[in-house]
């Protein structure tokens, strides 16, 4: 049986900007898989790729065996697709809106209007189909982009950042849709940078990072892989830089500690993992207190995708996204003095 998506030394250039570097991932049919990673690193690009809205510069990529570059229509219906940005007409209703869909599909009339009152109810929108969607709530809105990437029974469902802008209830019904529709036997990919979203629907991940895979296998493979406890501590609040580099000298020497980072974006932050022991934590306040540097505030916990990254890149995935933000800023101040 052919892979669900294959994507095979993906490469895409913006200009000068390497969006996407070396990318390659496969996908089973039936499972749920994740792409992981910071905002800049690839992953919207890739899908975009796959969807057959961008032409990749190099590489390979298929669905259900079935080329996206040459055989483009086919793909296509093939995967539904929910992009990034909620795009709905706001003078039109929910079921327009779908009704619209379907013509664009040319469902036939009878199974169009039976499909969406089957969307309709699978995704909780009786009450709000009728009202135009200018007056929904972001996720509602949601919900009615997810029915309509789904209108057609794709193979394949492809979401970029589903839940993004949503508040914790909103996104726990987006995750029990998920896990329901993988049930009834639809392959689903999705991109995401909350750590917690991969971990509670991944059977397997990718994670991606300027523009390359670093790091795949199952959650649970990878948090394995490292091995180890993790702790993050803070020395005081407000301290020079060599006082968190005499505090990983002093940390690294300690029998049980594995690996000692600096975290960049906050200068009295540091990431350890250490072997497992019920004292570690006293042990580590102890000695930094020994030498004048008491914690801040220290905390323990079993390995975590965000362990992953740091392991894989050194540094966690909210330094990447604070760094992908600064450029970012940077960007936007240079495009305003130059008006």
Known sequence: MAAAVLVQNLQKRYGDVEAV????????????FGLLGPNGAGKTTTIRCLCTLTAPDAGKVEVSGISALDHPRAVRRRIGYVAQEVALDKVLTGRELLALQADLYHLPSTFAKERINQMIALLGLEEYVDKKTGGYSGGMRR???????LLHQPEVLVLDEP?????????FVVWEFLRQLQKAGTTVLLSSHYLEEIDALADRVAII??????AEGTPSQLKDQIGGD????RIREFSPPEEAQKAKDLLQALPFVQEVIINNAQGNSLNLVVQPR??????????LQNIGLPTFGIAQS?????????AATGKTLMDAELAAA??????????????
């Not at 839940?163 to 996104?171: A, C, K, Q, Y």
């Not at 019920?278 to 000695?287: F, G």
């Not at 079993?302 to 740091?310: A, E, F, M, Q």
């Open 209 to 214: 990072d300027r523009g390359q895979v670093i």
């Open 302 to 310: 079993r390995p975590s995708l965000d362990d992953v990254y740091l």
């Open 230 to 233: 993790r702790i993050t501590l």
């Open 21 to 32: 570097k070396d990318i390659s991932f496969q996908v089973e049919p039936g499972e749920i």
């Open 278 to 287: 019920s004292d570690a934590l006293l042990t580590i306040q102890q000695s």
């Open 143 to 149: 919900r009615l982009d997810m029915a309509a990437g």
């Open 326 to 339: 600064g450029k970012r800023d940077v960007k936007a101040e240079r495009k305003q003095s130059m008006r």
């Open 163 to 171: 839940t993004v802008g949503l508040d914790i209830e909103s996104r």
